[in-house]
């Protein structure tokens, strides 16, 4: 990760996250933020840097619905039905979206989308699962960084529609 992803502070978050955290009144959340001497791309790896249970790990996810980008921010430890997301959003096909398109629509690379401060304004689901945790970590638009936040608050910043869109069952 070049320089430029971080900001000038020293906590490492993205320019623009750390612009959206002083533009929502989160400017504290500075503070909170964890930054790894490694790139935790995954929410697994970002689980064992954090010592948290993978499940708290707030996945940033960007898919496809007709060809329009929507954010689906999942716990750590599930995956998306994408058949859910298909129904929940009344579209005629969901896909997961490709690298260019995820960084073109959030201004994140993969591995480091926070969950709100995109470049462009998207449709968020967020699943309930992330309300079981007091607590959830979420990208803070690097693959080195995370911040802590209560669920119900993150739901609320992301502009988020709570659905279940859980995967059940075996993987």
């Known amino acids: 990760m070049t320089n430029a992803a971080q ?6 978050a993205h320019p623009r996250f750390a612009e959206a955290l002083a ?23 970002a689980a064992a840097a954090l010592g948290c249970e993978l499940s708290e790990i707030c996945k940033s996810l960007i898919f496809a619905a007709d060809g329009v980008p929507v954010l689906v921010l999942m716990d750590g ?3 998306v039905d994408v058949e859910l997301v298909r129904q929940e959003l ?43 945790h007091t607590i959830v970590w979420a990208a803070a638009g690097t693959p080195y960084t ?3 936040m209560d669920p119900k608050t993150l739901i609320a910043h992301a502009g988020a529609t709570l659905v279940d869109v859980r995967e059940q069952g075996g993987v």
Do not use: N
Request: proline residues 5%; charged residues 30%; hydrophobic residues 35%.
């Open 7 to 12: 900001d000038t502070d020293g906590s490492g």
């Open 23 to 45: 533009t929502l009144g989160l400017a504290e959340l500075h503070a909170e933020i964890r930054r790894f001497p490694e790139a935790t791309r995954t929410a697994a790896e």
């Open 77 to 79: 430890a599930s995956r």
């Open 90 to 132: 009344g579209a005629e096909k969901v896909t997961r979206a490709k690298a260019d398109v995820v960084r073109e629509t959030t201004g994140y690379a993969i591995g480091g989308v926070p969950p709100f401060g995109h470049r462009t304004r998207t449709r968020v689901l967020a699943d309930r699962s992330l309300l079981d």
């Open 146 to 148: 995370v911040f802590p």
